[in-house]
Structures are given as C-alpha cells and as structure tokens.
C-alpha cells in the first residue's frame, strides 16, 4: 500500500509530511566535518594527540551514559519532544567547535554531539515507526526509511567532500555550516505532527519503570540481536576510527579524505534507496548472514594489504555497507520487537551496546596496532568477530524461528 493513497483527512496529510520533514532532520544529523575533526583539534592550543584520547573518552562515555536514560526519557515524554532536545544538543555542539579555543570548550562540544546523537538513537525509529503505523503503512518501514536516510546520507556528501577544500580558508568555516544547518534540523523536527497513538503511548508508558523495559527485553530474547548488531556496528566503527591514521600511513593524501567518505556515503544512500528490493531477494535469515560475512571478510582484507587503492576500495565498501544495511536490520529489530511500547528504550540499549563494546574493541585495536601493525590489529578483530558472530547467528535462527 502506498503512503499516498491514505491522504484522506487533514491528520493524515499532516503525518504524511511528518516523512519529508523527518528527512529534513535526517540531513542535518550528519556531521559533515567529520573527515577533518581529528586535525581541527590539533589547531587548537594545548591540544595532543593524548588530548584528543582525553576528549573522545569523555565523548564516549557520555554516549554510554545516556544512551538508555534517553531512549527512557523519550518514551516517558515522547519521542518528538525528545527529538527536540536532540536537535538542540546538536547545535549546542556545533556552535561550541565554531568558538573553541580550548581544551574544555572541545570537551563541550563533544559532549553535547554524544548526548545530542544518543536522545536522537532509537527515538527517529520510533517516531517513525509509529507514524507509519498510523497510517497503516508500518510494513513499508524499511523501504520508507530506507529512501528517507538515502537522502540523508546523499545530500550532505557535497559538503563533506568540500569540508577539506574549506579548510584552506579556515578550520571554522564547515562548524558555521553545520551550525546553519543544525538550526533548519531543529526547524523541521519542531514542526513535526505527534501520531494520536504516541499520545497512549506516553500515558502507557508513564505507568510503568524500568524494571518492566529489562523484563520485556527478555521477554523477546532482544539482547541476543542487540548484541549481534552492535558487534557489527561496533567493529566498524572502531575500524573507521583509525582509518586517517591509516590512510596517512600508507600515504594517502588528506585531501582525498573527504572524497573517500564521500563515495562511501552515496554508495551507501543507494543501497538505503533500494532497502526494499534487498529485502525482497533475501529472507531475514540470509540477511543476517550476509550482513556479518561482508563486514568480517572486508576487515580482514584491509590486514591482507597495504596498497594504497585497494585499501581505499575497501574503506570505501565498508562504509557503504555498514551504512546502506543499517535501515534494514533496525527494520528487523523493530519487526522482532513486535508491538512492545519500549520501542525507543530497547534501542536505545542496543545503541548502549553498541558504545560499550565500541570502547572496548577501540581500545583493543589501538592497543595491538601499537604493539604489532595495523594489519594484525584488522585481522585479529575480524576473526574475533567472526566467531562471536556466527556464535550470535546460531542462537538467532534458533530463538526467532516464528520470525526468521
């Protein structure tokens, strides 16, 4: 069934708008400095490389700390209020990197990107989820939300791939953008129509604890995907942040950096454009197997090798694929999830995992790339993974048999 032919009352052409202006928010979410934060600290006085460990640690943790309170938070006072908040943590941040000119000031603005990006974790799924499902349209999620993060991804990869061209001018012109940009996110979510089901939702939630979110978390065996997809997500993630080092290790110039991310970026809005032909040709169950199988193989490629152009293909295909599948698999969550009312706190947990275990591999990575090489620090996590993973996948086939 298509959105459109359920435009019949005034509430339901208002949530129908809810879909462009979330797509909106979805743009500004991305950080499009992302490619030349780590040497926008270096510019900054007093600022070490140790100094930088210091301000991703606080970053990280707050990203831990807040990860479930937020998605709690969000279901106590609903997810569009929260996404509100969200917005403005964002623009918190981005204004705070526009005037830094200390330590502390870099710590600010780090910390409130986590905490920003953790009310928006889980809680733009939920919204939408229940937007959809009000319009009777919930079985499109994927394929919706899939074409919505398309554009979110697509549309700032102009910027990004310009961001390393800006900085020739001033390190502070791509903060001022974003600035801009984050104000317009906030705009769009704050116009946002609330889905009269949310509402009930809220009420529904209001009388329960945190005690009953554990309780249903089990009840629908979601750590055991929770924690499959935050393995995937968390080795990436660690992986990607020891990419520039790496690129610049091998020799790769800083002003291709931009365009890598960029490349990786589309590739990955066309994939989330086509969410809903790759659901079609495959069933949840080879989805998740092909999902870890690309990412391990991938990883452990990138310690095979230290060929420049090969090692920027596979940098470039691991961010395309860890991105363009995303959608999907939080479609499969959610479908797990069933109709449980903690969708944003379960998540959020998730999300909370994910952080945790991003951490730890970091940690890990850094620690055996500095003891031995880059390569044996790719191939010692992928084959980690890979045994964890098809671990994980075992029990899955086993426990979500009804929906699987």
């Known amino acids: 069934m298509n959105v459109i032919e359920l435009m019949n009352t005034p509430y339901e052409v208002a949530l129908q708008k809810n879909i462009w202006k979330y797509t909106i928010a979805a743009v500004a979410n991305k950080r499009i400095f992302v490619a030349i934060i780590g040497a926008y600290y270096l510019t900054i006085q007093g600022v070490t490389p140790q100094t930088i460990g210091l301000i991703t640690l606080f970053a990280s943790l707050s990203s831990f700390l807040f990860e479930i309170p937020s998605g709690y938070v969000s279901d106590k006072i609903g997810h569009k209020q929260a996404l509100v908040v969200s917005r403005l943590l964002t623009l918190v941040s981005s204004i705070c ?48 939300m899939g074409k919505v993060s398309a554009i979110g991804f697509a549309v700032p990869v102009i910027l990004t791939v310009l ?37 009930a939702h809220i009420e529904e939630v209001q009388a329960s604890n945190f005690k009953q979110v554990m309780r249903e978390a089990f009840r629908i065996n979601y750590f055991t995907i929770a924690f499959f997809s935050g393995i995937i997500s968390a080795m990436l993630l660690s992986i990607s942040a020891f990419r520039s080092p790496y690129q610049l290790y091998i020799g790769i110039p800083v002003i291709w950096f931009g365009v890598i991310v960029g490349i990786g ?22 989805f998740f197997f092909m999902e870890y199988l690309i990412h391990t193989v991938i990883i452990f490629c990138l310690g095979l090798t230290q060929n420049a152009y090969l090692v920027t293909l596979l940098f470039i295909a691991s961010s395309a694929f860890h991105w363009g599948l995303n959608k999907i698999d939080e479609g499969y969550q959610l479908k797990i999830m069933g109709k449980t009312k903690f969708k944003a706190t379960l998540l959020s947990v998730g999300s909370q995992i994910e952080s945790l275990l991003s951490a730890a591999f970091g940690f890990a990575l850094g620690w055996i790339i500095e003891r031995y090489s880059y390569p044996m620090g790719y191939m010692s996590v992928s084959l980690f993974c890979f045994v964890i993973l098809t671990f ?4 899955m086939v086993r426990i979500y048999k009804g929906v699987i």
């Open 97 to 144: 990197y526009f005037l830094a000119n200390s330590v502390p000031m870099l710590i600010v603005a780090a910390v409130a990107m986590s905490i920003g990006f953790a009310f928006n974790s889980g809680t733009g799924s939920a919204f939408m989820h229940e937007t959809l499902s009000e319009l009777k349209c919930d079985h499109e999620y994927s394929a919706i």
């Open 163 to 199: 961001v390393p061209f800006l900085v020739s001018i001033s390190y502070k012109i791509p903060f001022l953008i974003m600035a801009v940009v984050d104000c317009i996110g906030l705009a769009a979510v704050t116009s946002l129509t609330k889905p009269k089901m949310s509402q």
């Open 265 to 286: 970026r589309l590739l990955a809005s066309l994939m989330l454009a086509n969410s809903r032909k790759i659901e079609k040709y495959l069933t949840l169950k080879s």
């Open 392 to 395: 994980l996948y075992v029990r």
